[in-house]
């Protein structure tokens, strides 16, 4: 499934709900399915900044695909960041930089967030292009 | 008068968001507006609008009478000696800045100290870090337990160490100015700022009062206090937004050079001088926020017409029932304990430390940010995070509280709604 189609599939998904507070259900229980982080991972390194509850957020590249982990404090960002890596995670750095945003308009999460998670959410698709282009640079010094 | 006709002055309490009825918890940011007070705001931009003192013409004499209305009516509220004690601001903030910058530069140099409440507004803290930097005096601090009460030993300390700094007889006090809370927006406890101003006035230490939450819950008589400043907004009271007042006692203002200048705040000008008017104008450089301010007598008849018995009663059975639905929760920590204090005529103890209407709670194993995000989507309205004051979200060692705050248009069922929710949001989040 391509980074387009996971969107999309996403899109679909939380338009199945009519009240926010069952959107947020849905993503707080893909919070909660999100693998566990390991402890020694969460550096200030690893912590996105821009939001006001923690978020740690890691990448390896695996045979050429930038592979995601995070975790967080709170549910309902673990929840953001566990649907963000859903759509991203295993692509190569390529496929990651040349996709478009506009999933997150189209769920409506952006209105649906306080302001200071706006920021959060903006923070983290930054850090994921971020490490993204890394792992691109990275690729381009191999090779 | 009902609480029920209370709350029907403020048409905004009608109101729904995402279909469910507003409960509206967030009052110790800023309260609601009455109607009373939305249409003077209206009549006067509509029918007198013009520039206050300036001008002759009838516009302007509306208009300033207006704002002259207002002075009056704040100085009978917090009952002040004389209207030139009343010095309008933009806010509290704006009240206290203005004596961290005026007072600081009359009287403290280096070597000197300000104590200033550990559990204060970043609003209270900042400008007196400010000051500290600017001149090279020193900031002390008043501590609380973990009660959120003070400890007075140390003030008599720091006043203590003020006055035999240099060692000899008849040294200056080193302390120049205590400032404290009169109730913290995060505890919410109605803090013995009697005391306070009674030891350090005891030491010669001038006091100023952050009264940004006191002038909601308590009736307020600067007179009877004795403190020397007092400082709060308009919004929090009523009023329209923008607004706030320093009172300040003559014989400090006096001696106090402007914080901002420019028009109105002035006697003659030359091109390479200008000596100031008399009081309040000499602290209200640039035209002031009439259209604002020109509530506040309908502001202040609003929070007259709350302090009704039955309404006060309908509002302490609210808080008794949230202090208890709250505390029965074995997963929710609330900060902030009434107590008491030692009388300091007779030793004796006495109640203190009520608490104000502010309930600043974690729960286990939830975020704070996550359980007001999801209480919005119900329809209620807390605030979460740090609440303009770190350091004493950090002194209970925790990264963010959820605080509700009452107002006396709050009703018990809008009370027993936020414990549903609460109780429903905290099951979807965990």
Known sequence: ?????????????????????????YLIEMGKALPSFPEEKKTDERLIKGCQSRVWLDAQTVDGKVVFSADSDAIITRGIIAMLIEVYSNRTPEEILQADEQFIDQIGLRENLSPTRQNGLLSMMQTIRLLAETAAQAEKAQA | MTTQEFRDLFPILKRKVYGKDLVYLDNAATSQ?????????????????????RAVHKLSAEATDAYEQAREAARAFINAGSREEIIFTSGCTAAINTVAYS????????????????????????????????????????????????????????????????????????????AVTHISNVLGLVNPVEEVIRLSHAAGVPVLVDGAQGIVHERVDVQAMDCDFYAFSGHKVYAATGTGVLYGKKQWLEQMPPFLSGGEMVGTVTLDHADFAGLPHKFEAGTGNFASI??????????????????????????????????????????????????????????????????????????????????DKMGIAVRSGLMCAEPVIRHFGVNGMVRASLAPYNTMEEAETFIKCLDKAVNLLR
């Not at chain 2, 030993?153 to 160490?161: G, I």
């Not at chain 2, 009520?354 to 999801?374: K, L, M, N, P, W």
Request: one cysteine or more; charged letters at 25%; a negative charge.
């Open chain 2, 33 to 53: 507006r009455p109607q009373s007070v939305l249409d003077k705001f209206l009549r006067l931009s509509r029918e007198s609008n013009a520039n206050i003192y």
């Open chain 2, 103 to 178: 007072f600081g530069q009359a009287f403290v140099q280096a070597g000197d100290t300000i104590v200033v409440g550990e559990g204060e507004h970043h609003s209270n803290l900042v400008p007196w870090q400010l000051l500290c930097e600017r001149t090279g005096a020193s900031l002390r601090i008043l501590p609380i337990d973990d009660k959120g009460h003070w400890d007075l030993s140390t003030l008599k300390e720091l006043l203590l160490a003020g006055k035999s700094g240099e060692g000899a007889a008849g040294a200056p006090q080193r302390v120049k100015l205590v």
């Open chain 2, 294 to 375: 020109a509530t506040f007598p309908e502001a202040f008849e609003t929070a007259l017409m709350a302090r009704d018995p039955d309404i006060a009663d309908a509002c302490e059975s609210v808080c008794a029932y949230l202090e208890e639905a709250l505390r029965a929760r074995g997963d929710v920590r609330l900060y902030g304990e009434p107590g008491t204090i030692a009388d300091a005529a007779t030793g004796a103890s006495r109640p203190a430390y009520r608490r104000a209407g502010v309930f600043s709670f974690t729960i286990d194993g939830v975020h704070h940010e996550d359980v007001a995000q999801v209480l």
């Open chain 1, 1 to 25: 499934m391509t980074i387009a189609q996971k969107q999309e599939e996403l899109v679909e998904a939380f338009s199945e709900f009519d009240e926010w507070l069952d959107k947020y259900e």
